[in-house]
């Protein structure tokens, strides 16, 4: 069995279609079209619109999308796999590379170390403080000392407590959290579509004309769009109108504010 790409494009013209008019009909581009079925995936403007393309050229086409996505996956996974373990092969040669330099570096710190400490030692014996009793030495400082008589302190009395006024405490004012809500319409043909929050993706699919989806949180809101000539989008109610041109891909993210 040949590879996904060579598949697509065998049952493309078998129906006799170019890319252009597949495009017309599916609002998919040209170009990712091209790209799937030269399995160019890193042409494609992330992993999730690689899948949905995938899978809504194969049902355009008559062909199972499950098998063909699950095809995908597959050899994705052997790529992967390969990858990792010529990773793997060169991190270990790496690794003991530095281990050896390490194990230099350490040596020749730890002969440093030592002879800064031999230093500091020396410097230390050498230059110790002695302790002088004053009073040996001034026998007649020691004396006065001794004789001077204490100095007796004023005795405060203990002031009595102020009574202070009784205060009422007020509760503090409640803060609204700031939320960010969206809606988005389909005004015109489909959109493929995909809303991702803080909680993970809620929702991904193709959208008919005329269907309403909206969505809410307190942190924030990516939006994928296909086709940005079909979708009309309000943020708070605020309505902004289409997101861009025909079979134009764009993603945003919005926060509240």
């Known amino acids: 069995?040949?590879?996904?790409?060579?598949?697509?494009?065998?049952?493309?013209?078998?129906?006799?279609?170019?890319?252009?008019?597949?495009?017309?009909?599916?609002?998919?581009?040209?170009?990712?079209?091209?790209?799937?079925e030269k399995e160019e995936w890193d042409k494609i403007p992330g992993e999730a619109y690689v899948k949905g393309f995938l899978r809504n050229y194969a049902t355009y086409l008559g062909l199972d999308p499950d098998e063909i996505l699950l095809r995908y996956k597959t050899q994705r996974f052997q790529n992967v796999k390969i990858g990792e373990e010529e990773v793997i092969k060169v991190n270990r040669a790496n690794i003991k590379a530095e281990r050896k330099k390490e194990k230099k570096i350490f040596s020749k710190l730890f002969v440093v170390a030592v002879g800064v400490l031999a230093v500091i030692l020396v410097f230390y014996i050498y230059n110790k403080p002695q302790?002088?009793?004053?009073?040996?030495?001034?026998?007649?400082?020691?004396?006065?000392?001794?004789?001077?008589?204490?100095?007796?302190?004023?005795?405060?009395?203990?002031?009595?407590?102020?009574?202070?006024?009784?205060?009422?405490?007020?509760?503090?004012?409640?803060?609204?959290?700031?939320?960010?809500?969206?809606?988005v319409e389909i005004v015109q043909e489909t959109s493929w579509l995909q809303i991702e929050t803080e909680k993970g993706i809620v929702w991904q699919g193709i959208a008919g004309k005329g269907q309403k989806l909206s969505f809410e949180s307190d942190k924030m809101i990516k939006l994928w769009v296909g086709n940005a000539a079909a979708v009309k989008l309000k943020v708070n109610g605020q309505d902004l109108g289409t997101m861009g041109k025909k079979g134009e891909v764009i993603k945003k993210t919005l926060y509240p504010q």
């Open 1 to 36: 069995m040949g590879g996904i790409g060579e598949e697509l494009r065998q049952a493309r013209e078998r129906m006799n279609l170019t890319l252009q008019k597949v495009e017309e009909e599916t609002n998919m581009r040209w170009r990712y079209l091209e790209a799937l």
């Open 131 to 183: 302790n002088i009793n004053i009073s040996q030495k001034h026998p007649r400082i020691a004396e006065k000392k001794s004789e001077s008589p204490k100095q007796q302190l004023p005795v405060q009395q203990p002031q009595q407590p102020q009574e202070k006024p009784s205060e009422t405490t007020q509760p503090p004012p409640t803060v609204e959290k700031k939320k960010i809500a969206i809606t």
